[in-house]
């Protein structure tokens, strides 16, 4: 039995969409699961708006989410010349034609089809004429001799049996009026140069699949095996486009959300295992089949996104937890000092806790990182004279405290609740203020023994 090969082929002329990487993931996670390999096409023939600057996204993008493909990336551009000997191959078998009409032409066959409120369809003018007709002022375009008669059959491996009337399949353009071929000619003879067994890819591809499939016939080309994806909704159950937020990986990067939960997230996003919800790595390889994947378009849920990533960030071995948190400060927020890193992953036990992001975590660290504590507006006017008493007081007593822990430390705070008629909000609260510049963040005993003694007096005396 032939390899399985599969691949993911993104246009370079934007960020990678998240539709795009749950495209790709199916497509991985399927040859890895069958033993076989992934490739990745970049399709840049649409010069104009192809940019390496989007090339490097999408391939560093894949990376960051934990897909590798094989061999170095295939580049579309690079094979223009095989895609025109198809097209001219074709039009040798009499299985394509030259097409002379204008675009004023074919504006109005639209504009008349528009009027019918029918879908335009090209009348196919030019399929049996003689070219001793054709118009010398006019660069013709390559049309494919699409099927007339009958009906096809596409055997999916998702949504079943798909079946079209050949009749509404037009003679499609393979090679422009410029001479550069069109989406359908190139992904087929690529997909046939490349040996993909399967084409995984969105269902909005439904259409084309039944065009390729017929030059696929018309070379005798072994045809792969297809399978058509729902596409990804908003929460709304509007189609997912790149103008919504949260649509790259860059939205959820930039946020603090950890690759290996956006791709469990993702895995679980149109596709089902039993009941089981989190999936390691290994796991995910082992247990995904096209035939979990479901026909109706999944809802993209960024609360089931910070759901699955906070079990990540409270599950997972705290050294990984610390690296993937240094390396999100230093991309998105600040380098942080060699001593704060210290203190924090000496803390990363408590700082975790409630965090949905790294974001939070960093945002929870702040206290260790600043020397200097700032202050927030409202947070100023919490600290009234009663709470200057209390710093005062709790500052006075720590001086006589040798050893700066909870235990030493909870009679203290006890005893300030009692004599000063107060509760624990009362001391915690202007203590947390004072020590990390908000009344919002971890315990106050977590905060005091990763401060240590030396640090809690001097931060306290800068109030008094």
């Known amino acids: 039995m032939k390899t399985v090969a599969t691949r993911f082929a993104p246009s370079p002329t934007g960020p990678l969409h998240i539709g795009g990487v749950r495209t790709a993931l199916f497509n991985w996670l399927y040859s890895k699961n069958k033993g076989g390999k992934f490739y990745l096409r970049i399709e840049d023939t649409d010069k104009e708006r192809s940019k390496d600057e989007f090339k490097n996204q999408i391939i560093n993008s894949l990376k960051w989410i934990g897909i ?133 890819r969105g269902d909005d591809h439904k259409i084309n699949t039944f065009k390729q499939i017929q030059i696929y016939e018309a070379m005798n080309w072994n045809i792969p095996f297809f399978a058509h994806i729902p596409l990804i909704h908003t929460i709304e159950g509007k189609k997912l486009s790149k103008r919504d937020n949260a649509s790259t990986l860059d939205d959820y990067s930039k946020i603090g959300i950890m690759p290996n939960a956006l791709r469990n997230y993702l895995l679980r996003l149109g596709w089902s295992y039993k009941d089981k919800e989190i999936f390691d790595l290994d796991e995910s390889i082992k247990y ?73 975590i960093y945002k929870n660290s702040k206290f260790l990182i600043n020397d200097k504590v700032q202050i927030e507006k409202e947070d100023k006017k919490l600290l009234d004279e009663t709470a200057i008493k209390i710093i005062k007081l709790f500052s006075d007593d720590i001086n006589k405290v040798s050893n700066f822990t909870r235990e030493k430390l909870e009679p203290i705070i006890n005893d300030l609740i009692k004599n000063n008629n107060t509760n624990f909000k009362g001391v915690g609260q202007p203590l947390r203020i004072c020590l990390t510049g908000s009344k919002f963040g971890p315990g106050i005993y977590d905060i005091l023994c990763s401060l240590g003694k030396e640090e809690v007096s001097k931060r306290l005396s800068q109030i008094r």
């Not at 879908?119 to 196919?124: A, E, G, L």
């Not at 499609?172 to 993909?196: C, E, K, Q, W």
């Open 288 to 360: 995904f089949n096209l035939e979990g994947i479901g026909k109706s378009p999944s809802k993209l849920d960024i609360d089931r996104i910070y759901s699955i990533n906070e079990h990540y960030i409270k599950n997972i071995d705290e050294n990984d937890l610390f690296n993937f948190l240094i390396t999100y400060c230093e991309n998105f927020q600040e380098k942080i000092p060699d001593l704060a890193q210290k203190k924090i992953k000496n803390s990363l036990h408590f700082l975790k806790n409630k965090a949905k992001t790294l974001e939070d």
């Open 68 to 200: 590798y493909h094989e061999d170095n990336e295939y580049i579309q551009s690079d094979k223009i010349n095989e895609h025109i000997d198809v097209a001219n191959e074709l039009l040798k078998k009499g299985l394509a034609y030259k097409c002379y009409c204008s675009s004023e032409e074919i504006e109005e066959q639209k504009k008349r089809a528009k009027q019918k409120k029918i879908p335009y369809i090209y009348n196919r003018k030019w399929r049996d004429k003689s070219e001793t007709d054709a118009p010398k002022e006019i660069d013709p375009v390559i049309r494919f001799k699409s099927k007339v008669e009958g009906k096809s059959v596409l055997k999916d491996l998702v949504q079943g049996n798909i079946e079209i009337e050949n009749n509404t399949i037009e003679d499609f353009v393979i090679l422009r009026a410029d001479g550069s071929p069109t989406y359908n000619l190139s992904a087929s003879v690529d997909d046939h140069l490349m040996g993909m067994t399967h084409i995984i």
